[in-house]
């Protein structure tokens, strides 16, 4: 809404253009007029929220005043973003901005230009947004999500393929996958397993070929696909380059078969710790040790200068307490992430789904993930994105948070990722009813990237009351907040 300031003091203005229509802004208000920057969409916000952008590090709401006027937006090559400090930066996108100038509020009515009360403009998509931002603070968004314990005779496993082959290793022993870089630095005079060194983070990471430390045949992968298993070697981390990943299962311990003993002699000896049938033993997972993966001493001696490189590689925990882990999937072209330890596993979605009756459009079906029945949601509908991703790259997030568990398709997972508290950031309040699906932006400066981190226990939450009401249901079982 537009009005008329009571007050005739002389102070300037900025003037911009919407539409075909010219409005002010007290200058005081203004903390820079800036080209639009890139921006991450946000699902399920209003329809004036045009995303969010990073701002010098910090994450900035950019929202179009066409939309908020009750229009729709129209880029124009003109288009600018006007800066506004509310304890944290607003970008408001408008169509160019007229001029800057001192005048009073009668002199600006005077020139067909209307003052903007964005306060009460803010609040009607966004509620008390203004007020709510001045006060949020970063170390009550940083409190880690309640999730589902591994119990002790369960263990997380990261599964990845090594030349047709599906390999894994225990998710305690990982410290991130991450995508291989292209143009990795060559290590001088390193076997063909060494692959050379990577940037990590300002640290110096050595990289080895997997399909050559197990000695299975080289070629036939995609480079774009290879991530990179940073894995716990003794006292040190270690790259360790794989042709994908796939797939993060909880499995009973028990259920980890010991390896037959012709498998156990020679050059693969302990190499392979058990192997994990899935899908009624169609599919075999040999679980790693990576206790024994560089027990060869030549191997040993090529590694080992590499790590020495860098004295921050010697420990694992050299980084600081407050590094979270996340699980990265993509999401109609955007970035997501969820704590790890709210996540029970990451699996292929199954070639048939059984189909609920009378179930939402956003409802897949159900099904079977070791005798429990798990409801597998649709993302890509929830979220309102067009389309849909590639079948065979499509994985199930499966998350559980007190009684309920569900599985949400995404368009692929990429990386288990290891972030720096110091690059995570609170997201701006972005919903007038004050809930909060994405409760954190991890804003990575060099790397460019904006990862939206979702609150698993909203985002259940959600789906289950958007179930129930499509279904015209109660739920006796769920608990009074």
């Known amino acids: 809404m537009a009005e008329t300031a009571p007050s005739a003091v002389t102070q300037s203005f900025l003037t911009i253009m919407v539409g075909d229509e010219r409005f002010a802004l ?21 329809s004036s929220l045009v995303g969010v952008a990073n701002l010098r590090g910090a994450v900035m709401p950019v929202i179009s005043l066409h939309c908020l ?29 007229a001029s800057l100038g001192s005048a009073d509020a009668s002199e600006v009515d005077g020139a067909s230009a209307r003052l903007i009360d964005l306060d009460a403009l803010l609040f009607r998509d966004f509620g008390n947004f203004s007020r709510r931002v001045q006060h949020r603070r970063v170390s009550e968004m940083s409190e880690p999500q309640a999730g589902t314990a ?37 290590a001088p005079q390193a076997e063909d397993v ?6 990590l983070r300002e640290r110096l990471l050595p990289l080895v070929s997997l399909r050559g430390l197990l000695g299975l045949r080289a070629g036939g992968h995609e480079v774009a696909k290879s991530r990179v298993v940073v894995a716990r070697i003794g006292e040190a981390l270690v790259g360790l380059v794989t042709d994908g990943m796939k797939e993060i299962l909880r499995v009973p311990s028990d259920e980890i078969e010991p390896v037959p003993a012709i498998l156990t002699r020679g050059a693969a000896e302990a ?16 679980v790693l040790s990576t206790a024994s993966l560089f027990r060869d001493r030549d191997l040993a001696e090529h590694v080992a200068p590499q790590m020495e490189k860098s004295p921050e590689m010697s420990s694992p925990d050299s980084s600081s307490d407050g590094d979270e882990q996340f699980i990265v999937f993509q999401l109609g072209g955007e970035e997501y992430g969820l704590p790890v330890a709210s996540v029970d596993e990451v699996v292929r979605v199954p070639e048939t789904l ?11 079906g159900v099904m079977n993930l070791r005798g429990h029945v798990v409801p597998v949601i649709d993302q890509r509908r929830r979220f309102k994105f067009e389309g849909r991703g590639e079948r065979r790259r499509e994985r199930i997030v499966v998350v559980t948070i007190d009684h309920m568990q569900a599985g949400f398709v995404v368009d692929t997972v990429s990386e288990v990722l290891k972030i720096p508290r110091s690059q ?51 739920h006796p079982d769920r608990p009074a907040p």
Do not use: W
């Not at 880029?75 to 160019?96: E, W």
């Not at 290793?169 to 991450?178: I, N, Q, W």
């Not at 190499?271 to 040999?286: F, H």
């Open 69 to 97: 006027f009750g229009g729709k937006e129209r880029p124009t090559a003109n288009a600018r973003v006007v800066v506004i400090d509310r304890g944290a930066p607003i970008g408001l996108l408008i169509d160019r901005v």
């Open 26 to 46: 007290p200058a005081s208000d203004v903390a820079e007029v800036i080209r639009p920057p890139a921006v991450t969409r946000v699902p399920l916000g209003p």
């Open 354 to 364: 059984s189909r609920l009756p009378k179930a939402p459009d956003f409802i897949e």
């Open 271 to 286: 190499k392979i710790q058990g192997i994990y049938r899935l899908e009624g033993g169609r599919r075999l997972v040999s």
């Open 194 to 199: 060494m692959r050379g060194v990577m940037a």
């Open 424 to 474: 995570l950031r609170p997201t701006p309040d972005l919903a007038a009813d004050g809930s909060q699906i994405i409760d954190r932006i991890a804003n990575i400066d060099v790397e460019g990237r904006m990862i939206l981190l979702l609150n698993p226990r909203e985002l259940l939450d959600r789906a289950e009351k958007d179930l129930l009401a499509a279904m015209g249901d109660g």
């Open 150 to 186: 591994i119990s002790r005779d369960e263990v997380a496993l990261v599964c990845f393929a090594v030349a047709g082959q599906d390999f894994a290793l225990p998710l305690d022993s990982v410290h991130e996958v991450v995508t291989l870089p292209p143009g990795v630095a060559a």
